[in-house]
């Protein structure tokens, strides 16, 4: 290649720079976030260590001071349900030696002990709910009838006994053997619903030791069943007391029912008029 010719050649590169065009250069990248803190492990249990320090020496100079605050006395007591048979001043009462106990310290076991010691409570629950409040949740026995002279029978057929017990709601009286009651109270269920579609009820019904049933009814008149077929012969009866028997039953004393085809029936007078049902 000539001289002339490389001449030329540099020439163009020379136009070329100068046209205004650059090669473009490359610019390093620039991350401005900040950088994250590395985890230290041994740091954060250094510190939650020195936390847990000042923490516990900061119990023992006020110890008593917490335990006071935490241990509060019970003073507040709380029925939950609606009381029926007792008022909520003899829960009171029954609770008062426990009262005023601390928190942690009071005897929830007593104190549903001693509820239940109660006749008319079947089943207590006793709760703590702090800082000073006695919750209570009681169960009442529902009494369904007298038992003998003095004793309540419950709806469950238990036999339990409370003071004034004759200034209970009106009541019929139930008796029979020892262990009878279930017995007593399931055939008190049934010849109820026998008598009252005509309008009678019962005021009291026995079983002899020798299983012989006989009633009372509301209207004062004895009614003797006997060992068998109880439920068959006051049906009869009732079928007759709602014909001819209804607008005498002021002049009745007792009507006997031990028959196979009727019952014989005593008036006030002493007279006994016998009467067949076939």
């Known amino acids: 290649m000539s001289a002339y010719t490389k001449r030329a050649q540099r020439g163009r590169v020379t136009e070329r720079g100068m046209s ?157 053997p020892d262990n009878s009651q279930f017995r007593v109270m399931a055939q008190y269920q049934v010849l109820n619903q026998v008598l009252v579609p005509a309008g009678l009820r019962m005021k009291s019904l026995s079983l002899s030791a020798r299983g012989s049933w006989s009633l009372m009814l509301n209207n004062g008149v004895k009614v003797n069943i006997g060992r068998v077929e109880a439920i068959g012969r006051v049906k009869r009866f009732v079928r007759f007391y709602n014909g001819e028997f209804r607008a005498d039953t002021a002049l009745i004393e007792s009507v006997d029912l031990r028959y196979n085809n009727g019952f014989s029936v005593r008036r006030k007078s002493d007279d006994i008029n016998g009467i067949a049902i076939r």
């Open 20 to 176: 205004g065009i650059r090669p473009k250069r490359s610019v390093p990248f620039v991350n401005h976030q900040p950088l994250k803190p590395k985890y230290s492990p041994n740091l954060t249990l250094i510190l939650f260590i020195g936390i847990l320090i000042a923490l516990t020496l900061l119990l023992q100079q006020n110890f008593q001071t917490v335990i006071a605050h935490l241990n509060r006395p019970i003073v507040v007591l709380r029925i939950e349900n609606e009381l029926h048979q007792l008022h909520q001043n003899e829960v009171g009462a029954m609770l008062l030696e426990y009262m005023g106990k601390g928190f942690f310290s009071f005897d929830v076991r007593g104190a549903k002990k001693k509820l239940e010691q109660n006749p008319w409570v079947a089943i207590a629950a006793v709760k703590r709910i702090w800082p000073d409040t006695l919750e209570i949740g009681l169960i009442e026995e529902v009494a369904i009838a007298r038992w003998g002279e003095a004793d309540l029978l419950s709806q469950y057929g238990e036999i339990f006994r409370v003071e004034n017990s004759e200034q209970s709601a009106p009541l019929p009286n139930l008796a029979g």
